[in-house]
């Protein structure tokens, strides 16, 4: 059911989930991980978006990011949903500090990057984001500087947007190198993810879309939904829709978000864990269509500074 993103040989899901071993049939001499010597100076700044809300993007960004982490990827998850805690809520975590407590209030930056549950890591933008603009030479210097370290400490940083056409939205996904767009079959949610696709069209930023189906009653549910959106990228806007994978609709879902312990770490052997880490192999694989910029954390915040600035 992997579509594109399935790395599949001979019927193998390349991919492993946590508790220690793969899954059945994956050879781990024959998947090797990265090792740290092959790992890029900078990390992949990937921002997680959808047209409407309720589409289960945030679940999304951290279970996949989990599946990353699983990979032996260093990851990351910068919650910048303005105003909400999504995030923070999913891991089942409360950190004691945002980004805006780094910005105004002195705290190191070690203070903002708290360890959740994974082996991932985790910031609160808080309110953070929207003073960029408005910060004096001297935090903007110290913002940076901090900002690098945390570059040279991940491979991926997933940020979890919020949803819809606003300009902090648009600012998020014009500045990162990367784009994930979570749609669901619903013939609203194609609506909203098509506009969305067509303003990251104008920004010219980015060299494709990655496209993520989530709630699909059926793999063939979710080509089919790709399909639908492909037909009028392609036809409208230029800019190539790349198919990520898909995560059917289960209930175990709703009991990871009631638990407050993400699917993936809930249940490692469930079809939904497989789902993400088919994703997960795609993205470090190599096999995308077009090599990704690597801005890293600092040349995202210097454009998103730029960007709210105007």
Same mark, same amino acid.
Not at 194 to 199: D, R
């Given at each position: 059911?992997?579509?594109?993103?399935s790395?599949?040989?001979?019927?193998?899901?390349f991919?492993?989930?946590?508790?220690? *071993?793969?899954?059945?049939g994956?050879?781990?001499?024959e998947?090797a991980?990265?090792s740290?010597?092959?790992?890029?100076?900078?990390?992949r700044?990937?921002a997680v978006?959808?047209?409407?809300?309720?589409?289960?993007?945030?679940?999304l #960004?951290? =279970?996949?990011g989990?599946? @990353?982490?699983?990979?032996?990827?260093r990851?990351?998850i910068?919650?910048?949903?303005?105003?909400?805690? =999504?995030?923070?809520? @999913?891991?089942?975590?409360?950190p004691?500090?945002?980004?805006?407590?780094?910005?105004?209030?002195?705290?190191?930056?070690?203070?903002?990057?708290v360890?959740?549950?994974?082996g991932?890591q985790?910031?609160s933008?808080?309110s953070?984001f @929207?003073?960029l603009?408005?910060?004096?030479?001297?935090?903007?210097?110290?913002?940076l *500087?901090?900002?690098?370290l945390?570059d040279? @400490?991940a491979?991926?940083?997933?940020?979890d947007?919020?949803?819809?056409?606003?300009?902090?939205?648009?600012g998020?996904?014009?500045?990162?190198?990367?784009?994930?767009?979570?749609? #669901?079959?619903?013939?609203?949610s194609? #609506?909203?993810?098509?506009?969305?696709?067509?303003?990251?069209?104008?920004?010219?930023t980015?060299?494709?879309?990655?496209?993520?189906?989530?709630?699909?009653g059926?793999?063939?549910?979710?080509?089919t939904?790709?399909?639908? /959106?492909e037909?009028?990228t =392609?036809?409208?806007?230029g800019l190539? /829709? /790349?198919?990520?994978?898909?995560?059917?609709?289960?209930?175990?879902?709703?009991?990871?978000?009631?638990?407050?312990?993400?699917?993936?770490?809930?249940?490692?052997?469930?079809?939904?864990?497989?789902?993400v880490?088919?994703m997960?192999?795609?993205l #470090?694989s190599?096999? *995308?269509r077009?090599?990704?910029?690597?801005?890293?954390?600092?040349?995202?915040?210097?454009r998103?500074?730029r960007?709210?600035?105007?």
């Amino acid at each position: 059911m992997w579509g594109r993103a399935s790395r599949t040989k001979e019927g193998r899901i390349f991919g492993r989930v946590p508790g220690g *071993s793969p899954p059945a049939g994956v050879n781990q001499d024959e998947d090797a991980l990265p090792s740290a010597e092959s790992r890029p100076a900078t990390a992949r700044v990937i921002a997680v978006t959808s047209g409407k809300g309720g589409v289960g993007k945030s679940n999304l #960004t951290v =279970n996949l990011g989990l599946a @990353l982490a699983a990979l032996n990827q260093r990851v990351i998850i910068l919650d910048a949903d303005l105003g909400l805690a =999504n995030v923070e809520v @999913l891991l089942g975590i409360s950190p004691p500090c945002t980004l805006y407590d780094c910005l105004y209030r002195d705290r190191d930056i070690r203070e903002v990057l708290v360890p959740a549950p994974g082996g991932v890591q985790f910031i609160s933008g808080g309110s953070g984001f @929207l003073e960029l603009a408005n910060l004096d030479r001297v935090r903007w210097q110290r913002l940076l *500087s901090s900002l690098a370290l945390l570059d040279n @400490l991940a491979d991926f940083i997933l940020i979890d947007t919020g949803a819809g056409l606003s300009k902090n939205v648009l600012g998020f996904l014009a500045a990162a190198g990367e784009v994930i767009v979570v749609i #669901t079959p619903e013939p609203t949610s194609l #609506t909203d993810g098509y506009s969305l696709i067509k303003v990251l069209a104008r920004f010219r930023t980015h060299r494709e879309v990655l496209l993520a189906v989530n709630r699909a009653g059926s793999e063939e549910e979710a080509r089919t939904t790709v399909r639908r /959106v492909e037909m009028v990228t =392609n036809r409208f806007l230029g800019l190539p /829709v /790349v198919y990520l994978g898909a995560i059917n609709e289960d209930r175990a879902v709703l009991r990871a978000v009631r638990n407050q312990r993400p699917f993936y770490l809930a249940e490692p052997r469930s079809q939904l864990a497989r789902s993400v880490a088919a994703m997960a192999r795609y993205l #470090t694989s190599g096999v *995308s269509r077009v090599e990704p910029p690597r801005p890293g954390l600092v040349g995202f915040v210097q454009r998103l500074a730029r960007l709210f600035d105007r």
